[in-house]
């Protein structure tokens, strides 16, 4: 979040831009989250002044987005993004303007977005410039398009799924016009590209408002037009209530499947290895609490936090068995004798000097019945002990 010092970073930059002669407002989701009194999640500055000007009035700037006349500066080592009026050419694929062109004017950059609010501006004494209603939109909780609602799909899917995306984030509801604009042209989104449409779905799944977002992706027919066939239209979304965890919403929606795959998710929408292997564990964990009680060597086997994501989701589903809470789960996993390999106080070094023989397929399975037996409590962790059982109790062949 943004607090008072990038507001001023942003003043004073806004300033600077000014006293070269410049014209320079805050634009944008900041701006639109101050009227709402709500901390942004980012500033953003636009500008008459074109990208060479904007670098020349600063010391320090990236050059992060010039083809669209966006130039970092960086003020009191605080980044923010100063992009310059724009307007947008034709749109050729339904995403991106084929050119940009660079004006003077605020109202004409203003124009070319997509809600009204978001289509607020403000100066640098914080007096709002609204042209197109956005204030009286956020009053009343409607999203609405800036003009043509079909023209303004039209020319950029992605702005569909933006706006479900804000009726989760906001509860705020679609206007008419620019609801039955979506259903229009929901076939669009397939020209969008997946890692835009994960994103946007990913900012849907830790929203305030679940329910009401995958409610929309559904009634707009957007939801028909994503990655895969999966079961948005279930009723158990509305159970699931605002989890606001990417982790739970993928695998809810993987669980909610007749044949849950993983691999299958994974892959539609083009999620990374790390997201693939946390996600199939907590399925794992999930399928193993619909059917029974976790034992020794669940609660040994996954995470805490799997572990309780398990016991929320499976309970989601409508598991018969008891709930378990929270506390007592975590309580049951704290408690195990060790929590990992690593926390066993032997080695496989350990091993080949007592038995003096070297490595090989037998050290890995004496160490893991040396696991099993300090998990079920069979020999005390501590290195002499496993030695003795070892020696004297153990039936393996070492």
């Known amino acids: 979040m943004y607090t008072t010092d990038e507001w001023n970073v942003g003043k004073k930059i806004i300033e600077s831009l000014q006293q070269c002669g410049h014209e320079a407002v805050f634009v944008g989701g900041a701006v639109r989250d101050y009227v709402c009194k709500k901390e942004p999640n980012d500033i953003d500055i636009a500008t008459s002044a074109l990208p060479e000007e904007v670098k020349c009035v600063f010391k320090r700037t990236a050059d992060v987005g010039l083809a669209h006349g966006t130039v970092l500066v960086i003020e009191e080592g605080i980044p923010i993004e100063v992009t310059t009026f724009r307007t947008d050419g034709e749109y050729e694929d339904h995403r991106r303007p084929a050119e940009v062109k660079f004006v003077r004017s605020l109202e004409e950059d203003l124009k070319r977005r997509d809600f009204t609010m978001n289509a607020l501006a403000m100066t640098e004494d914080f007096k709002i410039i609204d042209l197109f209603d956005g204030q009286a939109d956020l009053r009343q909780g409607l999203i609405r398009t800036v003009g043509n609602p079909l023209n303004r799909f039209k020319e950029d899917a992605l702005r569909m799924l933006r706006g479900i995306r804000f009726t989760a984030q906001h509860g705020f509801a679609i206007e008419t016009t620019t609801f039955k604009a979506i259903k ?28 009401t977002g995958i409610n929309n992706l559904v009634k707009s027919n957007l939801a028909a037009q994503l990655p895969g066939d999966y079961p948005y239209a279930h009723q158990k979304w509305e159970d699931l209530g605002n989890p606001q965890n990417v982790l739970v919403c993928w695998a809810f929606l993987c669980l909610l499947q007749d044949q849950p795959s993983v691999l299958e998710l994974a892959r539609d929408y083009r999620l990374s290895k790390d997201a693939q292997r946390q996600i199939g564990r907590l399925v794992a964990a999930t399928q193993i609490r619909c059917l029974r009680a976790f034992t020794i060597e669940d609660l040994y086997h996954f995470e805490e936090d799997i572990l309780i994501k398990a016991e929320m989701l499976s309970q989601t589903l409508g598991s018969k068995h008891e709930p378990i809470p929270k506390e007592l789960l975590s309580e049951r996993k704290k408690s195990l004798p060790i929590q990992s390999s690593k926390d066993l106080t032997i080695t496989g070094r350990d091993l080949m000097q007592w038995f003096d023989k070297p490595g090989g397929a037998w050290l890995k399975e004496t160490l893991t019945q040396v696991e099993f037996a300090v998990l079920h409590q069979k ?7 496993i030695k003795e059982w070892l020696m004297n109790e153990s039936n393996s062949e070492v």
Do not use: G
């Not at 020999?379 to 002990?385: H, L, T």
């Open 184 to 211: 229009a042209c929901a076939h669009d989104l397939s020209y969008v590209s997946v890692e835009r449409v994960t994103a946007e779905l990913e900012k849907i799944w830790t929203s305030n408002n679940l329910y």
């Open 379 to 385: 020999v005390e962790n501590n290195a002499e002990k």
